[in-house]
């Protein structure tokens, strides 16, 4: 390996960001460039041939100014920086101001997320659809609870299919809150994360954050609203219809789910392709879809995801990618 060397000046907190735990955001940087990192008080410093050091450069800056916007830096956040990279893609940035969770400041992790915060800010109305694990949902619960926060609008409305598990829920045990909880633990525990268990429960008691299913926004005008509507790949097409013409005065809509996770018993019926089909180009509608690339799970669900579309592809008789 070259002995030439790059050193890059760096705060404390991003220093500490980029070494990570037992060094082991610094070890995934040196196996994805072949470079060697050390960190000398006061910076970084690189060693390695020049693509290495230049590639290696870029993910230990984005890495550094995420750590010092205040947010969390995770091994997915550090594996993120060396995709963007590898690709010579801009580090994600995003317009609004995103509430401070439990684990720091949120914001995007990916490009794909950060386009979709755009339009989330642009549009009335924006769906995200694509694999699990690709932050959605909780950028879709953090960019409304911000809203909420903020004052800039009234409620915070979310929304689901009660389909997952294929139960109804009048066959469930107790009252309508213990019948529904189950099916939106995932959006409470994003609320939790994002706005406090205390300040959750007090919003939910004023009646500022609500979480029910679907079939509780027939007859509802929504206004000055910001309404999530999650899991939508299991809305019926009359229940999407239903739940999309829910919008009143200084209301915004987003809708989030996963066309090839359809649990109806008629898939056919999904009423999410059925409105991306029908809805693309409408003005005042965005579509961010993602793709395995953006999943920021651990490491092994985005080989999951696409171990999943190849087999997709070859039953379909497509050429993999």
Excluded: C
């Excluded at 390996?1 to 050193?7: F, I, K, L, N």
């Amino acid at each position: 390996m070259s002995a030439a060397q790059d050193y890059l000046p760096l705060t404390d907190t991003a220093a500490r960001a980029v070494a990570g735990p037992n060094s082991r955001h610094a070890a995934l940087i040196e196996d994805a460039f072949r470079v060697l990192i050390e960190t000398p008080g006061g910076g970084v410093s690189v060693r390695g041939d020049m693509k290495g050091r230049t590639g290696a450069r870029r993910a230990i800056e984005s890495v550094a100014k995420r750590a010092d916007a205040g947010s969390e830096v995770t091994e997915a956040d550090v594996r993120v920086a060396i995709g963007s990279a590898r690709s010579g893609e801009a580090s994600p940035e995003h317009g609004a101001p995103l509430p401070v969770g439990r684990r720091g400041a949120v914001a995007p992790k990916t490009t794909a997320q950060a386009r979709y915060l755009e339009m989330l800010g642009a549009h009335a109305m924006t769906f995200g659809v694509g694999p699990a694990g690709t932050g959605k949902t909780f950028l879709a619960v953090a960019y409304g609870a911000g809203l909420l926060l903020r004052g800039e609008v009234d409620r915070l409305v979310i929304t689901r299919p009660a389909v997952e598990a294929g139960e109804r829920l009048g066959f469930l045990p107790g009252d309508m809150n213990e019948k529904v909880d189950p099916y939106m633990a995932p959006i409470w525990e994003a609320l939790s994360d994002i706005v406090g268990a205390d300040a959750l429960r007090r919003r939910r008691e004023k009646g500022e954050i609500e979480v029910a299913p679907i079939a509780f926004m027939r007859g509802r005008t929504l206004n000055h609203a910001f309404v999530i509507v999650d899991e939508a790949q299991n809305a019926s097409r009359l229940q999407m219809k239903m739940v999309l013409t829910r919008l009143g005065e200084g209301a915004r809509m987003v809708v989030t789910g996963d066309p090839t996770q359809v649990d109806l018993v008629n898939p056919r019926d999904s009423g999410l392709a059925h409105a991306l089909g029908i809805l693309d180009g409408v003005e005042g509608v965005a579509i961010a879809r993602f793709a395995a690339e953006d999943v920021v799970r651990h490491p092994l669900v985005e080989r999951i995801v696409k171990a999943y579309d190849a087999d997709a592809a070859r039953r379909a008789g497509q050429p993999i990618e």
